[in-house]
């Protein structure tokens, strides 16, 4: 089951599948896809899990057992990367709340967030070679952009977990908050996200613009009302 909330420009994805460790079998991903199709016109999203055991356990084994051929094990990789590449190609900001252990396939569809926000208990690991696989939801790739090629194969090529404090250090994670805080805290976050501004800048941040682009991008948020309000709120507090 995935569930889908919408307030104010945030669009919440929820992964509800506590019983299975949040893992991924075909009618889940069918919902995702659902639900990613109703968060379209967002201002930004974020992708969770329920409980506080799993974020997303990657795939579920116990159903995804059943594909056997060669052709039936590739249509499931290239749906699911699919999905990651959706999650990745958001126009907004997107948020992944690792609410619990992101672990092989789930870890995949973490690093397809823009930003990664865990709780201080949760521990990642691309520990697909633990079933002699490899990633195949573009997981791999995005690994090497954030942490580098080197430490990529290392987490990737060995499976090893590591804990959010040592993920948040090597540019993995980019907010660790305390248990009893990261339900608030990743809200808000994800809330202060969910403006026009926020997209611009990550439109800025992850395709190379021309000056004059930028500029224009600048001058077009400069003129607004919305700025002005701003800045007079700004400037009366400096009286």
Do not use: Y
């Amino acid at each position: 089951m995935v569930e889908l909330e919408l307030e104010d420009g945030l669009a919440v994805v929820t992964i509800d599948r506590p019983h299975a460790r949040n893992a991924l079998d075909l009618h889940t991903m069918g919902e995702l896809e659902k639900a990613l199709d109703a968060a379209e016109g967002a201002s930004a999203l974020a992708v969770t899990g329920t409980g506080d055991r799993a974020f997303a356990s990657g795939g579920d084994l116990k159903e995804l057992a059943r594909l056997r051929t060669e052709a039936e094990a590739s249509a499931m990789a290239l749906r699911m990367r699919a999905l990651c590449d959706r999650i990745a190609a958001f126009p907004g900001p997107v948020l992944a709340a690792l609410n619990g252990h992101a672990l092989g396939g789930g870890a995949e569809v973490a690093v397809a967030a823009d930003i990664r926000v865990a709780a201080g208990d949760v521990r990642l690991g691309f520990n697909q070679t633990r079933l002699a696989i490899v990633p195949a939801w573009g997981g791999a790739e995005r690994l090497a952009r954030l942490v580098g090629s080197g430490r990529a194969l290392l987490l990737a090529g060995t499976g090893r977990m590591i804990d959010a404090v040592e993920a948040e250090r090597m540019g993995l994670v980019d907010l660790v908050l305390p248990r009893a805080e990261f339900d608030e805290g990743w809200r808000g976050v994800a809330r202060s996200l969910a403006t026009r501004q926020a997209c611009e800048i990550k439109s800025l941040t992850t395709r190379t613009r021309s000056p004059q682009e930028a500029a224009a991008a600048f001058a077009r948020f400069w003129v607004a009302e919305e700025h002005w309000r701003a800045a007079e709120k700004v400037m009366s507090r400096g009286k």
